[in-house]
């Protein structure tokens, strides 16, 4: 049983471009959490979605950054117009029920460079 | 924030010793989470304490909770180099779905 698959694993980006990341849940995993961390620093939680509809955007930029999480496929977080700030790790991570109720399975992340 | 604290940021012992790391949180929660971060990957989770619970144990981990105070610790027995890494409390706030993540607490166990 595959665990949370990410990928890029790591991905360079010049500003101004766009960046997709993308995370596959566990089987049988309908919620899906991205978090971002900077270095040495703890993860901020961006976005929360489940099939098709997003639960939380609170923690996610209001401008250049998007998340989908459709009925086929992996979810997407997207990053348009990227910028040096964008810089860091970017986790997804993935439970059957939400976290209110159990544990989060997290990926490996995804490490965006902005030159 | 309604992310919770870690304390102290860093620690350093010695194989064998034990390992103390607390954290603090600002809301009422459902439950309270630990996880482990070795350098460069993902996180997993250690240990699940629900807000009703006041003590936890699994293997060499053993956990409190006082929601009065509003924090928690979490003791590692008998380190071990292999458990170097980062710690991160992580809570999930009354009514909510997400986990929000303390600041973390670096541990390192030399050998």
């Known amino acids: 049983n595959a665990g949370v698959m990410q990928n890029p694993r790591h991905l360079v980006r010049r500003r101004g471009q766009e960046a997709r990341l993308r995370c596959s849940p566990m089987?049988?995993?309908?919620?899906v959490y991205w978090y971002r961390q900077l270095p040495e620093e703890g993860l901020k939680f961006m976005v929360y979605?489940?099939?098709?509809?997003?639960?939380?955007e609170s923690g996610m930029p209001k401008e250049r950054f998007s998340a989908e999480f459709p009925k086929e496929g992996p979810s997407i977080l997207r990053i348009q117009q990227v910028v040096r700030g964008d810089s860091a790790a970017y986790f997804c991570?993935?439970?059957?029920?939400?976290?209110?109720?159990?544990?989060?399975?997290f990926g490996e992340g995804s490490r965006l460079t902005v030159l | 924030s309604q992310q919770g604290e870690e304390d102290p940021q860093a620690l350093s012992i010695q194989e064998g010793e034990n390992a103390t790391m607390n954290c603090s949180y600002k809301?009422?929660?459902?439950?309270l989470q630990w996880y482990r971060q070795n350098s460069g990957r993902g996180l997993v989770h250690l240990i699940l304490?629900?807000?009703?619970?006041r003590e936890k144990h699994s293997g060499r981990l053993r956990v409190t909770l006082d929601t009065s105070k509003k924090s928690s610790s979490l003791l590692i027995t008998a380190s071990r180099a292999a458990d170097t890494a980062s710690y991160f409390c992580?809570?999930?706030?009354?009514?909510?779905?997400?986990?929000?993540f303390g600041t973390g607490t670096r541990l390192t166990v030399i050998p």
């Open positions: 991570a993935s439970s059957p029920s939400g976290g209110n109720t159990g544990e989060l399975f």
């Open positions: 089987k049988g995993h309908s919620h």
């Open positions: 979605l489940q099939k098709e509809n997003i639960i939380d």
């Open positions: 809301t009422s929660i459902n439950n």
């Open positions: 304490i629900r807000s009703n619970e």
């Open positions: 992580a809570t999930v706030v009354t009514g909510a779905n997400n986990l929000f």
